[in-house]
Structure formats: C-alpha cells, structure tokens
C-alpha cells in the first residue's frame, strides 16, 4: 500500500525558511508528477508547485521566486524548500503524487507563519 509521509511544518517567523518533504513508501510508477498544495484555513486547497519525473517544475505565481520544488528519485522524496516566508503562507500542506493511475495524498503538516 502507498503512503505519502511528509515532515518539517512548524512555526517560523515572516522572513525565514523551512523546508517541507515527503517520502513514499511501497510502489509507484517511476513516470509521475510529484507536488505540494496547501490550503489556509476557510480557503479551498491550491496549488503551491510540481514537479515532473523529467524535472519539469511549475509553481504558483504567489510562491515562485521563495520557494523550491524538487525531487530524488533514489529516496522516493520530494522537497520543498520555502524562503522569504509571509504570514499568508499559513497553511496545511499537502504532498501529492500523481500517476498515469492513481494519485496519492499525504496527510498534511502545518506550516505556521507569525509576523
């Protein structure tokens, strides 16, 4: 059974960095996009970035230029590295993973930005 674990949320101030990944446990198709979305409280889940198996990388207009999407295949992990944290980066975020099959979803880690 694949599982999408995902580890370092937790409270920074606005300004600083944290850096967000998730492994998969079990087996997937190695052709996959691999990516992170968030939702804030009383807002929809979005969008954050993605990342193909070919390294193709795409990114929300509100995060690109902070943050940093990206992927080693050997670990089954992929990484998000978030600078120039905001308050309105406040969220749960998601790790994702989509097949030609199947997609999967981790169960989330809060990231917390104070001002």
């Known amino acids: 059974q694949v599982q999408l674990v995902e580890s370092g949320g937790g409270l920074v101030q606005a300004g600083g960095s944290l850096r967000l990944s998730c492994t998969v446990s079990?087996?997937?198709?190695?052709?996959?996009?691999r990516g992170w979305y968030r939702q804030a409280p009383g807002k929809q889940r979005e969008l954050v970035a993605t990342?193909?198996?070919?390294?193709?990388?795409n990114y929300a207009d509100s995060v690109k230029g902070r943050f940093t999407i990206a992927r080693d295949n050997a670990k089954n992990t992929v990484y998000l590295q978030m600078n120039s944290l905001k308050p309105e980066d406040t969220a749960v975020y998601y790790c994702?993973?989509?097949?030609?099959?199947?997609?999967?979803w981790g169960k989330g880690t809060l990231v917390t930005v104070s001002s």
């Open positions: 079990g087996t997937i198709y190695s052709i996959n996009v």
């Open positions: 990342i193909s198996s070919g390294l193709s990388t």
């Open positions: 994702h993973t989509q097949t030609i099959v199947n997609q999967y």
